[in-house]
């Protein structure tokens, strides 16, 4: 059965990648981000399944008018997915209060607007998505403030499971390790690259850990979603491994 598939910070990374995967499954999709040129041109490369709309998902204001207007093409959705997020490693006290606010805005009030905006959406059998990270139980220099946010997004998640059980809705949280477009990415991605060093200023080298790919974990997304009706993960851990180098 198709299905309406929103995904947040769906112009790059993951969210596209996972827009791209439900969109080449047959399901519409309907990416958010905050720059409407950038999730435009994710879109039209993707196909006639997927459509785009501008949303800062830490702006109160614009998630209710990006939902309003997914309502109008779509009276109904199946699953949300909570991927937009802000990560940079930087100190506490080197931390703008732009910074700061922008961060939790992000990860965390971002994904809680938006599933109070879909929940009127979704009807019994409807997945919400809650992306989380590693960093949620473990140290990296630099990352407190991302760390922080992605915690309260987990015991948010599984409050709102409990809250959302007499409807019928899964509430899944997915921690998602360490992830790019291909392996070759620490060397020709000029994003990524920048993230090394930013890293590396904080002890940290990304490239000594093991990596997954972007393809890879929307293959459990896409597991998640069509789970039977009478089954609900409320917290999957992703770790990605470090494969043998080929002979």
């Known amino acids: 059965m198709t299905k309406t598939v929103v995904i947040t910070g769906a112009g790059s990374g993951l969210g596209r990648a996972l827009a791209k995967r439900f969109a080449d499954d047959g399901d519409n999709v309907v990416l958010l981000g905050r720059t409407l040129s950038k999730v435009?041109?994710?879109?039209?490369?993707?196909?006639a399944r997927a459509s785009a709309v501008a949303c800062d998902v830490s702006?109160?204001?614009q998630v209710r008018a990006a939902f309003?207007?997914?309502?109008?093409?779509?009276?109904?959705?199946?699953?949300?997915i909570n991927n937009?997020?802000?990560?940079?490693h930087?100190?506490?006290?080197?931390?703008?209060?732009r910074h700061i606010l922008e961060t939790i805005g992000t990860n965390l009030t971002g994904p809680v607007l938006c599933a109070r905006a879909a929940i009127p959406l979704l009807e019994s059998g409807g997945h919400i998505f809650n992306v989380t990270s590693g960093a949620a139980e473990?140290?990296?220099?630099?990352?407190?403030?991302?760390?922080?946010?992605?915690?309260?997004l987990e015991r948010f998640s599984l409050s709102l499971y409990e809250e959302l059980q007499p409807q019928g809705i899964c509430v899944t949280f997915v921690r998602a390790g360490q992830m790019v477009d291909h392996q070759g990415s620490w060397n020709d991605d000029p994003a990524i690259a920048a993230t090394v060093e930013?890293?590396?200023?904080?002890g940290l080298d990304p490239r000594k850990r093991p990596s997954s790919t972007f393809a890879s974990v929307t293959n459990a997304f896409r597991a998640l979603a069509d789970l039977p009706p009478d089954l609900c993960a409320a917290s999957i851990v992703l770790r990605p491994r470090r494969l043998p180098e080929a002979d």
């Not at 109008?72 to 959705?77: C, G, N, Q, S, V």
């Not at 930087?90 to 209060?97: M, R």
């Open 40 to 47: 435009q041109a994710a879109a039209a490369e993707i196909g």
């Open 59 to 61: 702006a109160p204001d």
């Open 68 to 80: 309003a207007e997914i309502a109008a093409r779509y009276p109904a959705i199946d699953v949300l």
């Open 84 to 88: 937009a997020a802000l990560v940079e």
């Open 90 to 97: 930087i100190g506490v006290v080197e931390a703008s209060d």
């Open 138 to 152: 473990r140290y990296f220099g630099g990352l407190a403030l991302y760390a922080a946010s992605k915690a309260a």
């Open 198 to 202: 930013s890293a590396l200023a904080h």
